[in-house]
């Protein structure tokens, strides 16, 4: 588990997923400017499914 991208997601949620697609890391800023919650919480949301999807 890569801890740094969890902190990330707290600090700056739209940083921890560049990895994935534009539309991932705008979607996840527009959330952040939102409200900084929604932001987090997809944020561990993309982290968790990336992870997920690692595993199968």
């Known amino acids: ?3 740094r991208r ?3 997601a707290f600090i700056l949620p ?4 560049t990895n994935k697609e534009a ?3 705008m979607l996840t800023g527009l ?4 409200g900084w919650l929604p932001g987090v919480a997809f944020a561990l949301f993309m ?6 999807q ?3």
């Not at 739209?14 to 997923?17: E, G, H, L, N």
Request: hydrophobic share 60%; glycine share 4%.
């Open 14 to 17: 739209p940083a921890s997923v």
């Open 31 to 34: 959330l952040t400017l939102l």
């Open 54 to 56: 690692v595993k199968a």
């Open 6 to 8: 969890w902190i990330l």
């Open 1 to 3: 588990m890569d801890i």
């Open 23 to 25: 539309g991932t890391v």
């Open 47 to 52: 982290i968790i499914q990336e992870k997920r």
